[in-house]
């Protein structure tokens, strides 16, 4: 199961090792993508099939889906773990991520995010002011 979130770092060559953990479930390569709030999203084969497949019956009326598709279809990338567990991040995917060194990666079952350290921090305290109330407006549709 991908949950939790572990403290990583990137390497000058854009290598970063994933959670020991999560190995086992990634298998040999994941696909990577841009994420929503700033992060990248990290699937693995199985649930990349899944996500994307929600895509072939999009229509492309719809500016927002044809928008999404393009950001999320757009830029993905299939990337290999080598001997290590480490995949070699996209340098446009990096950019898009505002990925320096630290990162975190989170684990949020179906897939991972890597956020910035400093992006994550912001976030995740601001996210957890607002928890309540977001718990409660989930909890009145049926979540």
Not at 71 to 94: C, F, H, Q, S, T
Not at 109 to 134: C, F, G, P, T
């Amino acid at each position: 199961m991908l949950i939790g979130q572990h403290e990583h770092t990137i390497d000058t060559k854009n290598r970063m090792a994933l959670p020991a953990k999560f190995r086992g479930e990634l298998g040999d390569s994941v696909i990577i993508t841009s994420g929503v709030d700033g992060c990248l999203s990290v699937f693995t084969q199985e649930s990349w099939k899944e996500e994307s497949s929600r895509w072939n019956n999009s229509t492309i009326a719809s500016v927002e889906e044809r928008s999404v598709a393009r950001v999320m279809l757009g830029n993905a990338a299939e990337v290999l773990l080598d001997k290590l567990g480490r995949i070699l991040l996209p340098d446009y995917l990096k950019k898009i991520a505002g990925l320096d060194k630290n990162v975190v990666i989170c684990g949020l079952l179906n897939r991972l995010e890597i956020w910035d350290k400093s992006k994550w921090q912001e976030y995740s305290k601001n996210a957890e002011k607002e928890v309540e109330n977001m718990v409660s407006k989930l909890g009145n549709l049926g979540i």
